[in-house]
């Protein structure tokens, strides 16, 4: 008996490449019949499907879902036109493969009471066959959700500064890049913040997060509850997009749904731009509530008061505090203004000496020779001042020669000096030249051309006022979060009378303007000056700041030299952002600290990524373990898989990505002679 296996031919060998490309073409060109289709391995669509009923909790993951770029369909239940959930609006059949449009479920609890029992049923069935998996954004303890009643050995009730426990499950599982406890927000002892329901598990439950109970057991607040061939992810504490308790565990959340292969990706971003360096600062005057020398400063203008300026200790300590904090600041300067200082102080000027010799150590940005005001010249007869006029009625503006030479002077001064500076990066003094409302609602018509004389492309503006990147000239604006330590105080003291000034009402002494501002909000009372600066003002900016840096927010923080001079203002604000971030996250996932240009480029990809979205022109969908996107041209595509997943080449592959939270990610676009990203994720 012989047997017969496959035969080697040498005419088979010589087989042209073309020829083997065409017939590859055709036995993929031949329509799958319906046995056929039922036997191939269905198409997974890279897109979340969620059910929103309204409340915090959903709105939340939504926002988690379009933050970092994960494509996603909504269903609000309260709308009367809304789609019905049934088996053809989950499913269908492309090319004769079976597909399923959703990769993943988020609805508001386990059975919402906005769906009918037939919509239930079909997301049941749904699940089942293609193994999706669904997260019940808040629910309560219950065997339904695979909890024991928070009666029977659990606890229940306002969650505000209890301390919880990433588990063993979690850390080995979506939450891997937790470390330490999280401990819910506690910001208002007189308001609750959060409530929370924790079970003990039954058969089918993994805890991911949990909390002690008084008997010496633990009672879960988030876990995988595994049934009836589905799994869900439960959680069952209350929560909205901003607290900290989600922002930490969002990320996990979004991996788990889409079980680490999604589109999107995210970082932790936390950058600090300190403004005016080698300039002085004008300082608070406590009596009259203003700062002399300002334009809304009526009765002075500064002469004779002390301005705040860094010494040469003041850099020492900044470089020697960068090396034990493991964190670079950047440095926004104003050489022309040191020189001036130098010239008036008898020729000699040691900060700028120590700095200059220290330069290596920092980052460098452009902030313009000496700082003028780049927009409309000011008039400052009136208070508050405004936008001078010629004699026909046109606004007078700072011309385009004098707006390069700041910028050109500030970057040869630097370059002179041998200080690495891009001069693609540009922070003007007061980010003056772009429209300042209510005085200038337009950017200055010669800024645009300036820019383009000096090779700027990437120039800061104050994200409290405009908080969207838009274009100026061949520039696009990189929004910066102002740091509520502010410029014009040395001394805690200051900082902290000018604090009351600011956010306590009248009746206390303050400006009232908490009271008139529906933005703000005021004191209680105000706070004490020898140490409201520590206990109150010190946490409440850290906590604002390390909200930016776990939300996926590149953007950076800004601060002024005067900060780092006297009593040092700003570092134990930044001490405590770094304490507590590490703390919280595992050692996988570092703090990224991108450049200006590097967030600008950030920004101006997501704003791509988000209009290709929206316009529906990404495909993106997962079969066996071959991950495939489209995007438009010249769109780069956010991509998140797991650790081991290669990027298929024209020959060959690489790996795919780079390291970050335990998955891999990149911003990622077909090869040459590519029409799409082909990934391949390693063995389950």
Not at 121 to 135: H, R, S
Not at 324 to 343: I, R
Not at 658 to 664: E, L
Request: aromatic share 8%; proline share 7%.
């Amino acid at each position: 008996m012989h047997t017969f296996g496959p035969r080697c031919s040498r005419t088979a060998g010589r087989l042209s490449a073309a020829t083997l490309l065409a017939t590859a073409l055709l036995a993929t060109a031949v329509p799958a019949g319906p046995a056929a289709a039922a036997e191939l391995a269905p198409r997974v669509d890279l897109t979340v499907l969620v059910v929103d009923d309204g409340g915090g909790a959903v709105g939340a993951i939504t926002s988690e879902l379009k933050g970092s770029g994960v494509p996603y369909r909504t269903v609000r239940l309260a709308d009367p036109a809304r789609p019905v959930i049934d088996a053809a609006f989950l499913a269908d059949t492309v090319d004769g493969r079976p597909r399923a449009k959703y990769q993943g479920v988020v609805l508001p609890d386990e059975a919402p009471s906005g769906l009918a029992a037939a919509e239930r049923a079909a997301l049941t069935a749904y699940e089942q066959k293609y193994a999706v998996p669904q997260v019940d954004a808040y629910t309560w303890a219950h065997p339904g959700v695979g909890l024991d009643y928070t009666s029977d050995g659990g606890r229940s009730g306002v969650m505000d500064g209890v301390r919880t426990d990433v588990t063993a499950a979690g850390k080995a599982g979506p939450f891997g890049y937790l470390d330490g406890p999280l401990t819910f927000e506690d910001n208002a002892p007189d308001i609750a913040e959060s409530y929370g329901y924790a079970g003990r598990p039954r058969e089918g439950y993994t805890s991911y997060l949990d909390l002690p109970t008084d008997d010496g057991g633990r009672a879960s607040l988030v876990g995988q509850y595994a049934h009836d061939g589905r799994r869900e992810l439960v959680v069952t504490f209350a929560y909205n997009q901003h607290q900290r308790q989600f922002r930490a565990l969002a990320r996990g959340i979004v991996e788990w749904l889409t079980q680490g292969v999604h589109l999107g990706r995210s970082r932790n971003y936390f950058s600090v731009h300190v403004d005016d360096v080698f300039a002085p600062d004008a300082r608070w005057d406590t009596e009259r509530n203003c700062t002399p020398g300002d334009l809304d400063c009526v009765g002075g203008d500064g002469e004779g008061t002390r301005p705040i300026r860094m010494t040469a200790a003041d850099a020492e300590y900044a470089a020697q505090w960068q090396r034990t904090a493991g964190f670079t600041l950047d440095m926004v300067y104003n050489a022309g203004s040191g020189e001036e200082w130098k010239a008036e102080h008898g020729g000699s000027d040691p900060l700028t000496a120590r700095l200059v010799a220290d330069r290596a150590q920092y980052r460098w940005i452009n902030h313009t020779y000496t700082h003028p005001f780049l927009g409309c010249v000011q008039d400052t007869s009136t208070v508050p001042w405004s936008c001078a006029k010629d004699a026909y009625g046109n606004t007078r503006y700072m011309s385009r020669a004098e707006i390069a030479a700041q910028i050109r002077d500030n970057h040869t001064w630097a370059v002179n000096r041998g200080i690495a500076v891009d001069r693609t990066e540009l922070v003007t003094g007061e980010h003056s030249g772009l429209r300042t409302l209510p005085q200038q609602p337009a950017d200055n018509p010669n800024l645009a051309g300036a820019l383009s004389d000096t090779g700027v492309r990437w120039i800061a503006s104050d994200n409290s006022r405009e908080p969207r990147q838009r274009p100026v000239g061949p520039a696009r604006t990189v929004p910066r979060h102002p740091m509520n330590v502010y410029y014009n105080v040395g001394t805690a003291a200051e900082m902290t009378d000018e604090y009351n000034w600011i956010y306590t009402s009248k009746e206390d002494g303050g400006s009232g303007v908490c009271e008139t501002d529906p933005a703000s909000t005021c004191l209680d009372e105000p706070l004490d000056v020898n140490t409201g600066y520590a206990s109150y003002i010190v946490p409440q900016e850290a906590r604002i700041a390390l909200g930016h840096v776990i939300a996926n927010d590149p953007r950076p923080h800004y601060v002024h030299q005067s900060n780092l001079a006297e009593d040092r203002l700003l570092y134990p604000v930044l001490d405590k952002v770094l304490a507590d971030y590490r703390a919280l996250f595992a050692d996988n996932t570092p703090l990224v600290t991108p450049r200006q240009r590097d967030t600008g480029t950030e920004l101006a990809r997501r704003a791509a990524w988000d209009q290709a979205l929206a316009e529906g022109r990404v495909t993106a969908y997962r079969i066996g373990s071959t991950v495939t996107v489209k995007a438009p041209a010249g769109v780069t595509a956010p991509v998140t898989a797991p650790e081991g997943t290669r990027k298929q080449q024209l020959l060959g592959s690489t790996a795919f990505g780079t390291p970050y939270a335990g998955a891999r990610s990149a911003w990622t676009a077909p090869e040459a002679l590519q029409s799409a990203v082909t990934l391949t994720l390693p063995p389950a």
